[in-house]
């Protein structure tokens, strides 16, 4: 059996932020992912956002990482070629809604972002004029990042501090031992190795992960649950030359305009409740897209939303409950040595993956 010291599993964005903190530490390091490439999934199906850190309750991980990691995001990708820019964001609020808009403000500034402008109806359509809002607040912090970019040039600083990558390699089963976590891995070549640390950064499949393991005690591991977004693109002319985003809705930030790095603009994700991991995107969800989105873009044509693409986020509370904070799972709380577990990854945690590393390398 192949001993090594340190194995993270899963290599969409935070995976791979791992990897690479951990093998620029000088710690040997293999990266099990179960597909037949990186960031297939979460990594792969968001708004590829830089947040700001502004809804995030004041004193969470979420805001703190969300914060600390947007600037080590916006450095990172100016000192290493990646595709970024901060193209700023409007948040709009519809008449009746100014006093969720204003509490928006305060838990920004909480959050320690300082930079929001709050503007009225008349100067938010000066910065877009086809936007429909009372009042609205600018958040120049918000910008855009190539997600893909950034996950090859994670991977590419882990590669050349040594880390491997192991594609098609699921991890199946395994078990605590004296000496280590042993994980044995499916896929057309089996692997068993003993791992010093692991890191489960499964994403989607973090508790599934963990259930496999012998020696995780099973009431450490947290429910799963299943919310569905999907992303409508729109054809013609762009409305917007910024992202605009409505109040945020239960379990989401609501149907918001983003626009890509290649000038294609959607609007999503919205917030489905399912029982297990499905990307299908059912055309007849536009009819509530038209709905939401004509509360601040009252010039939607009809016909003009195309179905895009859909993403899963794996939310630790179910519909109805209250929203949760990032889980980062260490042996004091579930008493194996050597195990970080990562659960409920999901927004803001591309911008966060900087700051997750940092925070998951000095754990380990």
Same mark, same amino acid.
């Given at each position: 059996m192949e001993r090594l010291d340190c194995a993270v599993i899963g290599a969409g964005v935070v995976g791979l932020a791992v990897a690479r903190a951990l093998a620029l530490a000088g710690r040997e390091v293999v990266i099990l992912e179960a597909a037949d490439a990186f960031g297939t999934e979460t990594s792969a199906r968001n708004s590829e956002i830089i947040h700001a850190g502004i809804y995030y309750p004041s004193g969470s991980m979420k805001a703190e990482l969300c914060v600390r990691g947007r600037e080590m995001l916006y450095a990172y990708c100016a000192e290493h070629g990646v595709t970024a820019k901060r193209c700023g964001k409007l948040i709009v609020a519809a008449e009746g809604q100014e006093a969720e808009l204003a509490a928006i403000h305060d838990n920004a500034r909480a959050n320690g972002v300082d930079?929001?402008?709050?503007?009225?109806?008349?100067? @938010?359509? +000066? &910065?877009?004029?086809?936007?429909?809002? @009372?009042? +609205? &607040?600018?958040s120049p912090s918000t910008g855009l990042v190539d997600s893909h970019g950034l996950m090859l040039s994670y991977l590419g600083d882990a590669e050349a501090a040594d880390a491997m990558l192991a594609l098609n390699a699921p991890v199946v089963g395994g078990q605590v031992t004296d000496d280590g976590i042993e994980l044995r891995t499916g896929g057309a070549e089996p692997m068993a190795l003993i791992a010093r640390t692991v890191v489960n950064s499964a994403g989607l499949w973090a508790q599934a992960v963990a259930r496999t393991i012998a020696g995780v005690p099973a009431e450490t591991i947290p429910e799963i649950h299943y919310?569905?977004?999907?992303y409508f693109t729109l054809s013609g002319t762009q409305p917007f030359?910024?992202?605009?985003?409505?109040?945020?809705?239960?379990?989401?930030?609501?149907?918001h305009y983003t626009v890509d790095l290649g000038g294609q603009g959607k609007f999503g994700p919205d917030v489905e409740w399912i029982d297990g991991i499905d990307y299908t995107v059912a055309p007849e969800r536009a009819e509530r897209f038209y709905d939401a989105v004509r509360r601040y873009w009252p010039g939607l044509p009809d016909g003009a939303l195309q179905p895009g693409y859909a993403g899963v986020?794996?939310?630790l509370f179910g519909q109805g409950g209250p929203a949760t904070d990032f889980v980062i799972q260490v042996p004091d709380a579930h008493r194996v040595r050597g195990l970080v577990n990562l659960y409920g990854i999901e927004s803001p945690g591309l911008t966060s993956s900087l700051a997750i590393a940092e925070r998951v390398a000095g754990m380990t």
């Amino acid at each position: 059996m192949e001993r090594l010291d340190c194995a993270v599993i899963g290599a969409g964005v935070v995976g791979l932020a791992v990897a690479r903190a951990l093998a620029l530490a000088g710690r040997e390091v293999v990266i099990l992912e179960a597909a037949d490439a990186f960031g297939t999934e979460t990594s792969a199906r968001n708004s590829e956002i830089i947040h700001a850190g502004i809804y995030y309750p004041s004193g969470s991980m979420k805001a703190e990482l969300c914060v600390r990691g947007r600037e080590m995001l916006y450095a990172y990708c100016a000192e290493h070629g990646v595709t970024a820019k901060r193209c700023g964001k409007l948040i709009v609020a519809a008449e009746g809604q100014e006093a969720e808009l204003a509490a928006i403000h305060d838990n920004a500034r909480a959050n320690g972002v300082d930079d929001l402008v709050a503007l009225t109806g008349v100067e @938010a359509r +000066a &910065l877009e004029p086809e936007v429909e809002a @009372a009042t +609205a &607040l600018l958040s120049p912090s918000t910008g855009l990042v190539d997600s893909h970019g950034l996950m090859l040039s994670y991977l590419g600083d882990a590669e050349a501090a040594d880390a491997m990558l192991a594609l098609n390699a699921p991890v199946v089963g395994g078990q605590v031992t004296d000496d280590g976590i042993e994980l044995r891995t499916g896929g057309a070549e089996p692997m068993a190795l003993i791992a010093r640390t692991v890191v489960n950064s499964a994403g989607l499949w973090a508790q599934a992960v963990a259930r496999t393991i012998a020696g995780v005690p099973a009431e450490t591991i947290p429910e799963i649950h299943y919310a569905r977004g999907v992303y409508f693109t729109l054809s013609g002319t762009q409305p917007f030359s910024r992202p605009v985003y409505p109040i945020p809705e239960p379990g989401g930030l609501g149907c918001h305009y983003t626009v890509d790095l290649g000038g294609q603009g959607k609007f999503g994700p919205d917030v489905e409740w399912i029982d297990g991991i499905d990307y299908t995107v059912a055309p007849e969800r536009a009819e509530r897209f038209y709905d939401a989105v004509r509360r601040y873009w009252p010039g939607l044509p009809d016909g003009a939303l195309q179905p895009g693409y859909a993403g899963v986020r794996p939310k630790l509370f179910g519909q109805g409950g209250p929203a949760t904070d990032f889980v980062i799972q260490v042996p004091d709380a579930h008493r194996v040595r050597g195990l970080v577990n990562l659960y409920g990854i999901e927004s803001p945690g591309l911008t966060s993956s900087l700051a997750i590393a940092e925070r998951v390398a000095g754990m380990t």
